[in-house]
């Protein structure tokens, strides 16, 4: 098991343009999340879905979309990137229901400049 | 949004002492988790809490789940080189998603 992969592991975009960053996870887990790490603070939450065919606002989503393409895959697009969206995003998963253990994928570092 | 506390925000031990760090909130919580998380890498899950009370191991590492739910409390006894990193808590409220706190950051001298 690979468990949580994103794809690509390191960006950088111009101002306004757009990129998809991808996470997929086999570990057969409904709820799937985005995250954004920024120094000195915690995990920041973007985008989640609590299961195949739904979406959800998190803490901080302005500037971000994200769709559910299946159980195992769980994209994040950034539409015209900005400055402020450089930082480190990370996708984690978990089987809600059973556990609430949320486990990670390795990250994206993005740097809009 | 709910913010977690961490205590202390970075911490320098030598190899072989005992090591504890705490999380608080303002909110009770229904699990706790702790992760360390390596430069470079995504966090790893170490610990995780369900029960106010319930005290859990995972080797040299061990963690509380604090009785007002509102904290937990994560020690990691003879520290080593690799114990470097930083380490995060994470709660979640009944019904909501988890909240993280900024972390802990760990340096171990030789």
């Known amino acids: 098991n690979a468990g949580v992969t994103q794809t690509p592991k390191f960006q950088v975009l111009k101002t306004g343009q757009s990129m998809t960053l991808q996470c997929a996870q086999d570990?057969?887990?409904?709820?799937m999340y985005w995250y954004r790490q920024d120094p000195g603070m915690g995990l920041r939450l973007i985008y989640y879905?609590?299961?195949?065919?739904?979406?959800d606002k998190g803490e901080v989503p302005n500037g971000y979309n994200v769709s559910r393409l299946n159980k195992r895959e769980f994209s994040l697009r950034l539409e015209s990137a900005a400055p402020s969206q450089t930082s480190v995003y990370f996708c984690?998963?978990?089987?809600?229901?059973?556990?609430?253990?949320?486990?990670f994928g390795p990250g994206t570092r993005l740097t809009v400049t | 949004g709910q913010q977690l506390n961490q205590s202390p925000q970075s911490m320098f031990i030598q190899e072989g002492e005992d090591v504890s760090m705490n999380c608080t909130s303002s909110?009770?919580?229904?699990?706790w988790l702790w992760y360390k998380q390596d430069p470079g890498e995504g966090p790893v899950l170490l610990i995780a809490?369900?029960?106010?009370?319930e005290l859990t191991s995972n080797g040299r590492l061990t963690a509380q789940f604090g009785i007002t739910r509102k904290d937990s409390f994560l020690n990691i006894s003879a520290s080593i080189p690799s114990d470097v990193g930083i380490y995060f808590c994470?709660?979640?409220?009944?019904?909501?998603?988890?909240?993280f706190g900024p972390g802990t950051r760990l340096s171990v001298l030789p």
């Open positions: 984690a998963s978990y089987r809600q229901g059973l556990s609430y253990e949320q486990y």
């Open positions: 570990m057969n887990h409904n709820s």
């Open positions: 879905s609590a299961s195949e065919g739904t979406t």
């Open positions: 909110s009770i919580f229904n699990t």
């Open positions: 809490l369900y029960k106010a009370g």
């Open positions: 994470a709660g979640r409220p009944y019904g909501q998603n988890f909240v």
